[in-house]
């Protein structure tokens, strides 16, 4: 019962900004040439302190392998309302992720950060492999990444 | 049933399982090669907070630090904005070399485990874990089936050359084999969520941490108690979140700790689920045992070996099922013709037989025995052909025969006659066709002929039973079967020397050679060391085709392919159409013959001595394994013969093996001199020693006639009495081997 109640409240609380005022945001993730099997990412909004906000994006289909996306499942609990429907396959190495999403316009400019978690089998686990502030004018601009990630690029 | 369990699915799945086997066995020695390249301290020589004080000397930017189950470490860092991962030595924290998984080992682990096409391709590999589950299970049934018992099971093996390679690789691999199907049946369930790997209910994150200064890692209690050789891998916090802590996996359990206080801060230890995937990933991996990886590895690339022999009996048994042409209904036919059969070779000789008599002006109905009708309307004469399986039992195309039988109508009953197919030395020589014969006379059924049996397959065995069966139709019946023989070819008689024509049992000793070569490009061949013979040892068959006659005449070879000549020691038989053309060659005439391998007949490796026993021309085989036996290991000859002035055959090559220690002793008896013995006289005589050799684990080998090998038989039992053995047991044990003939 709880967990009905508690899904509820988390459905509701990704909708409301919905209502809102929302933009379809693309989000262009470029991945380095690494020696391993595709990549598990993660790709999520939080605020300037690190605190978790919202779930953009999730590759990878097993979710056993979502606890090396360390951060991201410690600030999303790994809940499957957190990233239902805005899930897809990993991303092999050299590859190219676009992917477009909803994001709530009271997010953009606002001090809140896109960062990204990436995760390889029998590889690294990078936690914010990229960070980059969610505002206006950082649309278009690619920001670098750490570990697997070449590139991320949002575009509104 | 079972063997179509075992081959159905084999057929389907070989090229899989051959894939997923080689890749196996390449993955195997990973384990043993990291293994080599590590250095493992002791258990309690260093903790894991020690290990991390001394890496964070030489990788201030560490955020991860992995061991292998085979105890190699591994350091994930930053620095300088990019990222690296490097071995270091568990002593020091000192990197040793950079971390590159090989993307051939990764490839060669896709492949292994999902061939290439992730989800679908586990769900395959899952699939052919359970093929190969079945493969081994019904295969060792079958083993046990074809042996006699689980308790036979380690005795030597017969049949073809892919037969006895499929037993014998597949009684070896079976557990390495098995337990690979069984832990990658477990994984891939586990994979599909058919069974908990246990980490579904995983700890989950700590939601109150104290945030304080970040303490050195050299102090933090939690870590300062567990030992390196527990670690699976410790995860840093991210240095800019005080409120992150370190993730611990351990081989007991997994935890949190905090950065500041360096206490635990939520603990689970591995539960009974997680403990018995895991070691089940170790089983099946041999990560962190090395030694069993290889032993998998090894097991696994049996699979090829297995998948070839295994077609190639598949489809040997396949192609001798002959199609039987014009067969007539069941009810209309005046001939029926019964198989049993196994291997289906029975049933070339069925074919033989229908076509004969359908020539003959019958109507004949050719089925196996399984489809027995409840009567025959029209019928007059049944012939029932069968094999035996196993020890003594049913082959499988007969197996509810006597079952049927009982239910067939007691009028419209044809006269039958059974003929047994089989190898004398096995122990229930057509035991099968004892049984059927018996059956149908407990139910009043009239016999037409006595049963009658066939050796191994002899054609002239099979032609006399015909010369029987003929007058049931009041005409003669040419049995002409042929085995799907090899092509022949063309031997030229060397040279012949000729005993036994005084004491009424010429025999002659006729050396072959290969044509000798036409043209310049054979001669160099022939010159470069191909001596143009087929491959042959002695103790092998060659089948000679007489002319006028269809059907070809098996003789021992006493030479082996290396020896450059083909021998044969041929008596000749006063109605003989073979031996009478051998005896009339002269050196320069040409004969045509191909070889049939027969390799349960020669000496078995190894320093054990052997003992060779035979009579007359039987001296043949036996003499070829003593001219091989270059290496002198004991070999005793006991040989009966009628007269020394006439019919020794082979004198003066045994005094020379005499002479020169590859023959220990000879016993020679003579029938037809003044106190006049017979080999198995001589053996008796020495008893004593022959207990004594077959103590040391002597092997036996005997060669002449029927009659001879039985009186051996039975002087050997008297003989063996006293330590509780008998030919039988020395039989089972692969050590008593006869070929005979007549």
């Given at each position: 019962m709880n967990k009905i109640v508690l899904s509820l409240c988390l459905a509701g609380f990704i909708a409301l900004p919905g209502l809102a005022q929302a933009r379809p945001v693309t989000l262009t993730t470029q991945l380095k040439n690494y020696s391993g099997d595709g990549a598990y990412l993660a790709i999520y909004v939080t605020d300037a302190a690190g605190q978790y906000q919202k779930?953009?994006?999730?590759?990878?289909?097993?979710?056993?392998?979502?606890?090396?996306l360390r951060d991201w499942a410690r600030g999303s609990g790994m809940n499957r309302a957190e990233y239902d429907g805005v899930s897809g396959a990993s991303v092999g190495s050299g590859r190219a992720l676009k992917v477009t999403v909803d994001l709530a316009d009271t997010l953009i400019d606002a001090g809140y950060e896109i960062r990204m978690d990436s995760a390889v089998e029998d590889g690294r686990d990078n936690p914010a492999d990229v960070r980059t502030p969610l505002t206006t004018e950082g649309a278009g601009k690619p920001a670098a990444g750490r570990g697997y990630v070449q590139s991320l690029t949002y575009d509104m | 049933m079972l063997r179509r369990i075992h081959s159905l699915p084999a057929l389907i799945a070989t090229l899989l399982l051959v894939v997923a086997a080689i890749s196996g066995a390449i993955l195997s020695v990973n384990p043993a090669i990291e293994r080599l390249g590590t250095h493992v301290p002791g258990?309690?020589?260093?903790?894991?907070?020690?290990?991390?004080?001394?890496?964070?000397?030489?990788?201030?930017?560490?955020?991860?630090?992995q061991r292998s189950p085979s105890g190699s470490i591994t350091v994930y860092y930053s620095r300088d904005g990019g990222t690296g991962a490097e071995r270091v030595d568990p002593l020091s924290g000192q990197g040793i070399g950079p971390y590159a998984p090989s993307p051939f080992t990764r490839w060669i682990k896709n492949l292994h485990r999902s061939f290439l096409a992730d989800t679908p391709g586990r769900a395959v590999a899952g699939v052919s874990a359970l093929i190969m589950l079945v493969l081994c299970l019904s295969g060792m049934a079958l083993l046990i089936k074809r042996v006699g018992g689980w308790r036979q099971l380690l005795r030597p093996l017969r049949g073809n050359f892919s037969q006895r390679w499929h037993a014998e690789l597949g009684r070896v691999a079976i557990f390495g084999l098995l337990l690979s199907a069984l832990t990658g049946l477990y994984m891939s369930a586990a994979t599909f969520g058919l069974i908990s790997d246990g980490t579904q209910n995983e700890l989950d994150f700590p939601s109150v941490t104290t945030i304080g200064t970040p303490a050195p890692i050299g102090t933090l209690p939690a870590l300062q108690g567990i030992d390196l050789n527990d670690l699976r891998e410790l995860v840093y916090p991210s240095p800019d979140n005080p409120e992150d802590f370190y993730s611990l996996r351990t081989a007991q359990g997994d935890g949190y700790v905090d950065q500041a206080s360096g206490a635990l801060l939520s603990w689970q230890a591995h539960g009974g689920i997680q403990k018995t995937y895991q070691l089940i990933y170790q089983l099946h991996t041999g990560e962190g045992l090395w030694w069993l990886g290889l032993i998998l590895g090894v097991s696994a690339l049996s699979v090829p070996l297995m998948g070839a022999t295994g077609v190639t009996v598949w489809w040997q048994r396949h192609r001798s099922m002959p199609r039987i042409a014009d067969n007539s209904g069941a009810q209309s036919a005046d001939t029926v013709i019964l198989v049993g059969s196994e291997s289906n070779s029975t049933w070339g000789f069925a074919k033989a037989l229908h076509d004969a008599l359908r020539e003959a002006g019958q109507r004949v109905h050719t089925a196996p025995m399984n489809?027995?009708?409840?009567?025959?309307?029209?019928?007059?004469?049944?012939?029932?052909?069968?094999?035996?399986?196993?020890?003594?039992?049913?082959?499988?195309?007969a197996n509810r025969f006597l079952a049927r039988l009982d239910k067939f109508s007691d009028s419209h009953r044809p006269s039958f006659a059974v003929l047994g197919f089989g190898d004398r030395q096995f122990l229930k020589f057509c035991q099968f066709a004892r049984d059927t014969q018996e059956a149908m006379l407990a139910r009043g059924w009239k016999q037409a002929l006595d049963l009658d049996t066939i050796d191994r397959q002899s054609t002239q065995d099979f032609a006399r039973w015909g010369q029987a069966v003929g007058p049931l139709f009041g005409r003669e019946l040419t049995l002409a079967y042929t085995h799907n023989h090899p092509q022949t070819q063309p031997l030229q008689l060397i040279s012949r020397s000729d005993y036994g024509i005084e004491v009424q049992a010429p025999t002659s000793i006729l050396r072959f050679?290969?044509?000798?070569?036409?043209?310049?490009?054979?001669?160099?061949?022939?010159r470069i060391g191909f001596n143009g013979l087929p491959r042959f040892e002695a103790g092998d068959l060659v089948a000679i085709v007489p002319p006028g006659s269809p059907v070809p005449r098996f003789y021992s070879l006493a030479s082996g392919s290396k020896d450059g000549f083909l021998e044969i020691c041929v008596r000749k038989h006063p109605e003989g159409l073979c031996s009478g053309m051998l005896h009339g060659l002269q050196p320069g005439d040409t004969i045509h013959a191909f070889i049939q391998p027969n390799p349960g007949f020669r000496p078995a490796s190894g320093k054990a001595p052997v003992i060779l026993i035979g009579a007359g021309a039987g001296i043949g085989p036996l003499a070829g394994f003593i001219r091989n036996n270059t290496d002198k290991y004991p070999m005793y000859l006991?040989?009966?013969?009628?007269?020394?002035?006439?019919?020794?055959?082979?004198?003066p090559e045994l005094d020379g093996y005499l002479a020169d220690r590859r023959l220990t002793e000879l016993h020679a008896a003579f029938s037809r001199v003044k106190q006049g013995a017979y080999v198995q006289h001589r053996v008796l005589d020495n008893a004593t020693e022959i207990r004594g050799l077959i103590e040391e684990g002597a092997q036996i080998l005997v060669c002449g006639s029927r009659a001879m090998a039985t009186s051996i038989m039975q002087a050997l039992d008297g003989i063996l009495s006293p330590i509780e053995l008998d030919v039988r047991t020395l039989k089972l044990q692969g050590r008593y081997r006869e070929d005979v003939f007549g």
């Open positions: 779930t953009l994006w999730v590759s990878g289909k097993k979710a056993k392998h979502y606890k090396n | 258990n309690g020589q260093i903790s894991v907070a020690v290990l991390a004080e001394r890496v964070a000397q030489h990788y201030p930017g560490v955020e991860q630090i489809q027995l009708a409840t009567q025959y309307r029209q019928a007059k004469h049944l012939f029932i052909l069968t094999s035996t399986y196993a020890d003594g039992e049913a082959p499988s195309s050679g290969p044509i000798a070569p036409k043209g310049r490009i054979a001669r160099f061949v022939r006991y040989w009966g013969g009628r007269d020394p002035a006439s019919d020794f055959l082979y004198k």
